[in-house]
């Protein structure tokens, strides 16, 4: 053995114990150190990356693409491309400013119509310039743009692009919610479809006795029984011998208080022989209907004419031939005399505030009034 070996076998020995037991404690023990530092580094390593991400955030947080990171095309374009109001792509309409901000649809006739409720010029929120109807434009790049973007179905979390989702969810998703073909006799299952065969091998109701399926059909005509009272009620009044419609223009103006309020009135017109006005209101005269989320319109038939005796009419609000508003008729009765010329403000019978906001937005809302004289 040379000197070298003896100096090192007397600096692994140690008084008292073997050379056998010493080695597997040296070994032992730098196993244990190797370890510990590679848990360190390890560590280190992960701090130097960043916090781990919560598991209780959204996934888009997660995955959104750090400062300095470029990320995906498509996220990237997320941000250039979305609406200046609510931050999100939009779903239909792309509408621009003089300076080339976007708002989606949506927003666009909002802005418009809180800005008719508060007497002020509609801005963009960006750049604070005028927007209007006639000053802004659809952009149709940003539509076809958007359109192509990938987006995730919400039943089979599959990219799908936007222009093709609808179609897809509509009729090839094998997860998008359906219902049994036995709806229509009770049956109130809903699922998947990719399980609606194996449903319906084993639904229930096709074996249901007759009692029990008349009184499943007889909730089911209650429903049915009110839309077809509507349309006989209005195959009825055509009947009439003395029927009048015209095309009405409502048209915005303040009232004389403090705190000024909008309503619309229209220009006196004449129908069956006799002078009448329109008036309408937001949110029955609300004070700040520009504060509240939904939003209505409900307005009043005002007879102008003097007359002998009492005219009992019928009369209901359509839309007009050149506006793309919902509205579903109701008829309304009302006995006009010289004591009772008004009627009560009863609602306009929009679908939903999306809908009113069309109608605030634009410079004049155009309906259609039909009044029918019911003969005595």
């Not at 004070?287 to 007879?303: E, H, V």
Request: net charge neutral.
């Amino acid at each position: 053995m040379s000197s070298m070996e003896e100096r090192d076998v007397g600096v692994a020995a140690a008084p008292g114990s073997s050379s056998a037991g010493l080695g597997v404690g040296a070994v032992g023990a730098a196993a244990e150190a190797v370890a510990g530092v590679a848990a360190m580094q390890e560590e280190v390593g992960i701090r130097r990356e960043g916090p781990e991400p919560d598991p209780d955030e959204p996934p888009k947080k997660r995955m959104k693409v750090p400062e300095g990171e470029s990320g995906k095309l498509e996220e990237r374009l997320y941000s250039v491309l979305c609406c200046t109001v609510c931050l999100d792509l939009p779903k239909a309409s792309v509408y621009q400013c003089t300076n080339g901000h976007l708002m989606c649809a949506g927003c666009f006739i909002h802005l418009l119509a809180d800005s008719r409720l508060k007497e002020e010029q509609a801005t963009c929120p960006n750049c604070r310039c005028e927007i209007s109807k006639n000053l802004c434009c659809r952009n149709l790049a940003v539509e076809k743009a958007v359109s192509e973007l990938p987006t995730e179905c919400t039943f089979c979390l599959k990219q799908f692009p936007r222009s093709s989702l609808e179609r897809h969810q509509k009729e090839e998703c094998q997860d998008r919610v359906t219902q049994c073909k036995y709806k229509r006799i009770g049956c109130p299952w809903q699922g998947p479809f990719h399980e609606l065969p194996a449903h319906e091998s084993e639904c229930s109701h096709p074996t249901k006795t007759g009692t029990e399926l008349m009184g499943i059909l007889g909730e089911m005509d209650q429903s049915h029984r009110r839309d077809m009272q509507l349309y006989n009620s209005i195959f009825s009044l055509l009947c009439y011998e003395k029927i009048g419609f015209t095309e009405v223009q409502f048209r915005p103006y303040r009232t004389d208080d403090f705190i000024t309020r909008l309503y619309y009135e229209t220009p006196r017109f004449t129908v069956l022989n006799q002078t009448w006005v329109l008036k309408a209101r937001v949110n029955d005269s609300e004070r700040n209907p520009n504060l509240s989320c939904k939003r209505t319109l409900s307005f009043q038939l005002i007879l102008k004419s003097k007359v002998n005796s009492a005219l009992e009419c019928s009369f209901l609000l359509l839309k007009g031939p050149y506006d793309d508003v919902r509205i579903k008729p109701v008829i309304h009765h009302h006995s006009f005399s010289n004591d009772t010329n008004e009627t009560d403000y009863v609602p306009l019978p929009i679908s939903d505030s999306v809908e009113c906001n069309k109608l605030l937005a634009a410079k004049n809302i155009n309906l259609r009034l039909f009044i029918f004289q019911v003969q005595k």
